[in-house]
C-alpha cells in the first residue's frame, strides 16, 4: 500500500520554465489537496478536488493549475516558474467527511526557482 | 468555514517540561479535530484524532466545547518531540477545503 506519492523529490528550475508536479494516491480517497510550505511558514493552500473532474481554489491559486482526470491522480502545473514559487509542495488526500480517518500526506516536492 | 488558530509560532520548553501547544477554533456543531506533526524534512503525519481519544507518544487533546480549544498536551517533553505541530478540522462535507492554521514548532532542549 503506497498511499500518496509524489514524484519528483527534488527539482531546479529556471525562471520562465514550466512543469508538472506528480501526485498519486491508491487509497481510493476522493479529496485531494496540494500545499506549499514556505521556511517557518505553515501550509497554504493551493488547490483542492473533491473528486474526479471537480477542483477548485484555496488561498494561493496564482500561477498554478490542477487536473483530476481520474480518482487516483492529481498533478500540480506551473506554468511559468517564478523564484516566489521555491518552496516544498505536498499533496494529500482524504476520504469524505464523518470519517475521522484524517488525511495522508506525500512526503513533498522541494522545488527551487533560479 | 471551518477554521483553526495557532497562535503560538514556536514554543521552547527544555527536556522534561510539561508541554501545551493552543489551537482555537472558530465554527459551530461538533468538529472533527485532528492533531499532524511534522519532524524535519519528513511528510506530514496523523499524531492523533478527537474521535479516538487516544494517547500517542504520551501526548493527549481534549476538545473543550465551552472554550473553542483542542490543546495538545504532553506532561514531560524529550527532545525527539521536537517537530511542527499542526491542527486541523476534518474537511467540510460540502466543500472539502481544508485550511491549516498556522502550525506551532516545538523545540525541547536538552
Known amino acids: 500500500n503506497a498511499g500518496v506519492t509524489q514524484t519528483p523529490k527534488f527539482r531546479i528550475l529556471k525562471i520562465g520554465q514550466s512543469m508538472t508536479l506528480q501526485c498519486t494516491q491508491d487509497?481510493?480517497?476522493?479529496?485531494m489537496y496540494w500545499y506549499r510550505q514556505d521556511p517557518g511558514m505553515g501550509l497554504k493552500l493551493i488547490y483542492y478536488s473533491v473528486g474526479a473532474g471537480i477542483t477548485d481554489k484555496g488561498e494561493v491559486p496564482n500561477g498554478y493549475n490542477v487536473s483530476r482526470s481520474t480518482t487516483e491522480d492529481f498533478p500540480l502545473r506551473l506554468e511559468l516558474a517564478a523564484p516566489s514559487q521555491t518552496s516544498v509542495y505536498f499533496c494529500?488526500?482524504?476520504?469524505?467527511?464523518?470519517?475521522?480517518?484524517?488525511?495522508?500526506f506525500g512526503s513533498g516536492t522541494r522545488l527551487t526557482v533560479v | 468555514a471551518q477554521r483553526v488558530t495557532q497562535p503560538e509560532k514556536l514554543l521552547s520548553v527544555f527536556k522534561g517540561a510539561p508541554v501545551e501547544l493552543k489551537c482555537n477554533y472558530s465554527?459551530?456543531?461538533?468538529?472533527?479535530l485532528f492533531w499532524y506533526v511534522q519532524y524535519s524534512r519528513q511528510r506530514l503525519q496523523l499524531l492523533l484524532r478527537h474521535i479516538s481519544r487516544e494517547s500517542i507518544k504520551g501526548f493527549t487533546a481534549d476538545l473543550n466545547k465551552g472554550e473553542t480549544s483542542f490543546h495538545l498536551k504532553k506532561p514531560f517533553a524529550q527532545e525527539e518531540d521536537s517537530a511542527m505541530y499542526y491542527c486541523?478540522?476534518?474537511?467540510?462535507?460540502?466543500?472539502?477545503?481544508?485550511?491549516f492554521g498556522q502550525g506551532t514548532t516545538l523545540q525541547v532542549k536538552p
Open positions: 486541523a478540522p476534518e474537511p467540510s462535507g460540502n466543500t472539502g477545503k481544508l485550511i
Open positions: 494529500a488526500s482524504s476520504y469524505h467527511s464523518g470519517t475521522g480517518n484524517g488525511y495522508t
Open positions: 465554527y459551530s456543531g461538533s468538529p472533527e
Open positions: 487509497m481510493n480517497h476522493n479529496y
